[in-house]
Every structure is written in C-alpha cells, then in structure tokens.
C-alpha cells in the first residue's frame, strides 16, 4: 500500500468514526434526556417525599403549602387528574376513532381535502387557545345548559376530549390505512357490505395502532396543563367521581399554578407532584407495552 | 365543527342524566379567588380577615383562577360570580363591575384618605446585594420621576410621592431591564415602561408578570434586575431584597356587570370569602 493510499484511508476511518460518534450522541440524546430527567425528579422530589411521609403524601387529603405547618397531601390531584384523563378518553376516543375510520374510508376526496387539514390545524393551536376558548364557550356553556359553576371536571374533559382529538384521529387514521387491502376485499367478496367488512374487518385488524392512538391521547390528557388549569376551578378538595359538575385540580396544574410562588419544601412537595406524575406516565406506557405483548400485536 | 357539536351534544345527553345529583342552583354564588403565593390573595385575606391563626382560610369550594387577567375574565364570564382583582386592572376593565365596600368605591382619594379599607401598596424591589445596574437605576428614577408619578395617577391608581417629585431627564442609555412578579403590578409597569421607552428608545424592558412570589425568587436567583410585589414583603424576603413603594393600589372586589347587588360590607365580602355564605339572597 502506498503512502498516498494509506493517508486516504485513514481519513476515510476518520471520517466514519466521526460520523458514528454523531450518529450515537443523537441516538442517545433522548434516552440521556429521559434519564437527566429521572435522577432530577428523584434527587429533588423523593426527599421531600420522605419527609412529608409517602403516605401522608399520597394519601393525604389536605393541600394547604403556606400554612404552619403547611400540609402537603396530594390524593385530590391524583384523583383529579385521573377524573379529567378518563373523562377526555369518554368524549375523544369514540370521536376520534369513528372520524378516522370515516376519514380512511367513506369519506369522499373532496371532503377529505378540506378535513385532514383542519384535524392538522386541530393539533396545532396552542393550549392556551384552547384553554380561553373553554373559559368563554365551554364554561358559560356547562353552567348555563348543565349545571355547577362552569368550572368543573366535565368542563375540562370536554375540552380535553377536543384536545386529544387530532392526536386520536391521525394516528387511528394511518393505522386503518395501514391494513392490507386483501382483508378489506375479502370480507366484501364474503358477502360483507362495505360497513360491516370495515367496521368488523378493517378495524379489529388495525387494533394495535387504534391503542397506540389512544395511550398516546392519554399520555396527552395527563400531561395536559395550560387549557386545564384555565377551566377546571383548581380546588384541591377531594372529589368522589359523581361530583363532575365540580372543580378539581390535575397534578400538572398543581405544580404550574403554585411553583412560580414555591420555596424551600413548598418547592420540593410539587416537585414529588411530578415525581407522582412521572409515574402516571410511565405506568401508562408499561401497561401499554403489556397490553401490546399480551395481544401478540 | 361537527366533531365539535357531536362532543357537545354528548355533553348535553350527559347532563341531562346528570341534572338530578348536579343542581342547577339559581342564585348560588360563585367565589373566585387568586393562587396561594399571589400577592393580591395574601393582602386580600389580610385585610378582610379571612385568616385564622395565620392561615389563609379562604373557601376551599373557591375556583382558582391562575392570574389577573384569568381572574378577571371568569368572573365576566359568570352572572353569579365573585373575585377580586387590583383596582387598577378593575377600573380599566368595562367586562366587570367594581363594588363600593361598606359605601365606599375604591377611588384615589378614598385609598388616600383610608375610607377604602382594601388596599395595599405595590412594591418594587432589588437584590440588596448586587444593587441596580446604571440602567435599572435609571429606570427606577423615572418611576420615582414628576413624569412616571404622573403616569401612576393616569391610570387608576394612587402615586405614592403625590407632589414634589423631581423631574427626570434621559441620559441616552441603551440595554436590557428584566423585571418580573406580580401580575397586578403588571399593568402599571407596561404603562411605566412604554413612557420611558418613549424618552430612551434603546433601553427594553422585559417585564414578565409570573407572580408577587415568581419575581423575588427571580431577584434572588439573579434572574431579573427588578421585583414586583403587590403585597408587603416578609422578614425572611427582607434580608435579602431593598423594596421600594411606587404606588398604592386598592383590591376591588369584583362582580359580572348583570349582578343586581350594589355594594357590600366589608363583614359580607368576608362571609362570602369564607364560604359561609353561599347565596346572593344571603348578602342582598
């Protein structure tokens, strides 16, 4: 091998290793950033934890943070965070997965043209909008035709039902279209007429994706905070699931709300509020990978 | 939108089954109060004596409203609503009613005489330590200024150097103040920050209203030049922040401009606070 050659490959070696030591700092940015995460939401929130007690903490019914001594009980948020997801899944998930068998299916080209973009446009308005729009609309709306003071959990499960909307459609939509054409074909050569062989063929077979869709949706209610914390009243009193026509405080609207004010163990109580949020989060996310095992899919 | 009106229509099938535990209350009132750590709340308790112990006892059925202008926009939304809000912000805003207290309406005068009970002075400050820069100085000057204490009395609220300020002069300056805290200050500052501009047009004011609590931590942690507080600052704030009263601002208490009460004491905006009454025909 020649000089020449030799200094050519070692830039070439050079060159790829360069290359894969990019490549690898990228495909780890996000397990780094999910781990960065973990061990600051563990170092700052689990002492406090410890200190308020867990089960004090957890189970607590009280939160009062500037009073002496302060409270920290955090059952209320629990509970209502979990009131609005459930309520969200209520009003989104059929909504969604009906718009997007109708979108992949019956819909007709020039309808299609103008309702994928509007679910686009859907996904893309900031919460706050979302958020002032529940507070003039949906609130005088619940109040005025329903009951309560507008701010309550059904309020916010509206609102969040809207919210979870694109997130449900699109990726049901993609999941339905995803199935081969041969299964569509063959229930209608069964005999099936076009309703049946969709709704009984085409979408148990996009199952897995329709899931997807909706963890995905919830993972997006839990975590939603702007737009909830705008009209769900924020009281931090513990409600049983018939009250819905009452405020509640999700825990993300907890930490929002009172964080900016929060020192010294105020400050560490919300954050072990996200300690507790974090795993909501991923408890969802394993139950999902469960469920996906489980299935076969 | 038919998505929409489908959610919608869901909800309204929903309620009806649920009209028989729900109760459509006619005359129930609605309280909406700030969040714990807002400056506005913590002078409002105060003052109106909904404290026990020390403890801010405010009604737990209370709607939190995240902010001034959320406050004030939910109880313009809500015939039966109650809150309160800086007089400041209130006055200016034709969506709400303010309410005289025990005969009282919450003018310059009647805050300078001490008939109107509510009301507390609006607070800047800056790390005793680290000081002013030479431009947050300068701004700090224009506020204390004939000029900035004119602008203060334009706008709904009581100066607190009425007569004799010093007039101020632009010395030709350029760069960046931050100032963050209280959203009620909020206002006041835009309007204090836009009439400086307009005598130095290099200098930005960055002016973020995240709350009384959000802006001394600021300070502290060496994030903004500048404080606001709508409240008195505490002994433990003290130590480390030099505060400085630019204006006396009442709190008004707040209603939906459709509501027929009138006036209130000072007893029954205490009553309602405290959730110890609970309709309009109770305090009517």
Not at chain 1, 183 to 192: C, F, H, K, T
Not at chain 2, 68 to 83: F, Q, R, W, Y
Not at chain 2, 212 to 229: C, E, F, K, P
């Amino acid at each position: 091998m020649g000089r020449r050659t030799l200094v050519a490959w070692k830039k070439v070696c050079n060159r790829e290793f360069v290359a894969k030591v990019i490549f690898i700092v990228s495909a780890s940015a996000a397990v780094l950033a999910v781990g960065l995460i973990c061990v600051f939401l563990l170092v700052q929130g689990l002492p406090a934890m410890w200190d308020i007690g867990i089960v004090s903490f957890l189970t607590g019914t009280d939160w009062r943070p500037t009073w002496t001594p302060p409270l920290f009980g955090i059952l209320p948020m629990i509970l209502g965070s979990l009131y609005v997801t459930v309520g969200a899944v209520f009003f989104g998930v059929p909504v969604g997965i009906f718009a997007a068998v109708f979108m992949a299916r019956f819909c007709p080209p020039y309808l299609y043209k103008v309702l994928k973009p509007a679910v686009n446009l859907l996904a893309g308005i900031p919460s706050v909008v979302y958020g002032y729009f529940g507070m003039v609309v949906l609130v005088p709306f619940v109040r005025g035709h329903i009951g309560g003071n507008g701010n309550s959990i059904l309020t916010a499960s509206i609102l969040l039902g809207m919210m979870i909307l694109p997130t449900i459609i699109t990726i049901s939509e993609s999941a339905i279209r995803a199935v081969p054409e041969e299964i569509y074909e063959g229930a209608v050569a069964l005999g099936a007429s076009h309703e049946r062989a969709v709704f009984f063929t085409v979408l148990p077979a996009a199952k897995s994706g329709v899931f997807a869709a909706v963890i995905l949706g919830i993972g997006r209610a839990v975590g939603e905070t702007m737009a909830v914390r705008m009209v769900a009243g924020n009281q931090a009193v513990l409600r049983m699931p018939h009250e819905i026509l009452s405020g509640t405080r999700t825990l993300t609207a907890n930490v929002v709300i009172e964080l900016g004010y929060a020192a010294d163990e105020h400050r560490q109580a919300l954050i072990a509020t996200g300690v507790v949020l974090f795993v909501f989060i991923m408890g969802i996310n394993i139950a999902f990978s469960m469920l996906k095992k489980k299935d076969g899919l | 939108m038919r998505r929409i009106l489908t959610v919608l229509a869901a909800a309204v099938v929903l309620g009806a089954a649920l009209a028989g535990c729900g109760g459509s209350d006619g005359g129930a009132i609605t309280v909406f109060t700030r969040e714990d750590g807002s400056g506005t709340r913590s002078a409002f308790v105060e003052i109106v004596g909904i404290v026990e112990n020390g403890n801010d006892n405010i009604y737990r059925e209370a709607v939190v409203t995240p902010g001034t202008s959320v406050m004030m926009t939910n109880v313009a939304e809500n015939p039966l609503g109650i809150g309160y809000a800086s007089t400041g912000v209130a006055l200016g805003d034709g969506r709400v009613k303010v309410l005289p207290i025990d005969g009282v309406f919450p003018t310059a005068e009647n805050m300078l005489n001490g008939t109107y009970a509510i009301q507390r002075p609006f607070i800047i400050a800056y790390g005793s330590q680290a000081g002013l820069t030479v431009l947050a100085r300068d701004f700090v000057d224009f506020i204390f200024s004939a000029q900035g204490q004119a602008v203060v009395a334009g706008r709904n609220y009581v100066p607190f150097v009425p007569t004799g300020a010093p007039e101020y002069t632009a010395g030709g300056l350029s760069g960046t103040v931050v100032v963050n805290g209280s959203s009620s200050v909020y206002d006041l500052m835009g309007y204090l920050s836009a009439a400086y501009r307009e005598l130095n047009p290099n200098v930005r004011i960055d002016i973020h209203g995240a709350g009384t609590g959000h802006g001394i931590n600021a300070v502290r942690d060496g994030l903004a030049d500048i404080a606001m507080s709508s409240r008195d600052l505490r002994d433990s704030e003290l130590t480390f922040l030099t505060p400085m009263v630019i204006a006396i601002d009442g709190i008004a208490v707040i209603v939906h401009p459709d509501n027929g009460v009138t006036g209130l004491t000072l007893d029954a905006v205490r009553d309602v606070f405290l959730g110890e009454v609970k309709e309009w025909d109770g305090v009517r």
